[in-house]
T-cell receptor, first 114, second 113 residues
Framework: AQSVTQPDIHITVSEGASLELRCNYSYGATPYLFWYVQSPGQGLQLLLKYFSGDTLVQGIKGFEAEFKRSQSSFNLRKPSVHWSDAAEYFCAVGISGGYNKLIFGAGTRLAVHP | EPEVTQTPSHQVTQMGQEVILRCVPISNHLYFYWYRQILGQKVEFLVSFYNNEISEKSEIFDDQFSVERPDGSNFTLKIRSTKLEDSAMYFC???????????FGSGTRLTVV
């Protein structure tokens, strides 16, 4: 069965430090991959997505992610974190060839220290 | 940029009552979805809708739930007899072919008391 694992439930970084959020998926074919960010009580904002092509994907707010097929991973990175990046981050895999439901990971809550 | 619109943003209902959550997907999209997020938990797929019928549903989507696209623009989720455990944020989404343009609405927070 398809699944998404985000190994880190909570991460705390200092403002200005680099960030990497991990995401691993289990899916037999090439998936669609997404990263969303959610502030408390708010909706889901798309940061970036991978469908095909270049495995390094640029997104909004200075985020990027790299698809590594051999590791079944799609880790999210940012070179310098801002206090406003504190939020919950969800990785999701889209099941291609069907009706495109997304399967979400459990999320990583990011705290940013000043 | 096109948006998925959900109304209301917050609904409080008594246990056992019926609720209808409304969504206006992006106009040229073909696939429509409902997801649920219980407070503090991950987002879970409920149902997908394509070509005027349910294409896939999860175990959560039992007989108490139904979806409808009554007029070609709105997409609704009905819960017939709400339970306390239905309290959650419900997200509507829509997409084009091959998940192009996959867009979520801002959600409806349902509180069952």
């Amino acid at each position: 069965a398809q699944s998404v694992t985000q190994p880190d439930i909570h991460i705390t970084v200092s403002e200005g430090a680099s960030l990497e959020l991990r995401c691993n998926y289990s899916y037999g074919a090439t998936p669609y991959l997404f990263w969303y960010v959610q502030s408390p009580g708010q909706g889901l904002q798309l940061l970036l997505k991978y469908f095909s092509g270049d495995t390094l994907v640029q997104g909004i707010k200075g985020f990027e992610a790299e698809f590594k097929r051999s590791q079944s991973s799609f880790n999210l990175r940012k070179p310098s974190v801002h206090w406003s990046d504190a939020a919950e981050y969800f990785c999701a895999v889209g099941i291609s060839g069907g009706y495109n439901k997304l399967i979400f990971g459990a999320g990583t809550r990011l705290a940013v220290h000043p | 940029e096109p948006e998925v619109t959900q109304t209301p943003s917050h609904q409080v209902t008594q246990m056992g009552q019926e609720v209808i959550l409304r969504c206006v997907p992006i106009s040229n999209h073909l696939y429509f979805y409902w997801y649920r997020q219980i407070l503090g938990q991950k987002v879970e797929f409920l149902v997908s809708f394509y070509n005027n019928e349910i294409s896939e549903k999860s175990e959560i989507f039992d007989d108490q739930f139904s979806v409808e696209r009554p007029d070609g623009s709105n997409f609704t989720l009905k819960i017939r007899s709400t339970k306390l455990e239905d309290s959650a944020m419900y997200f509507c989404a829509s997409s084009g072919q091959q998940a192009n343009g996959y867009t979520f609405g801002s959600g409806t927070r349902l509180t069952v008391v």
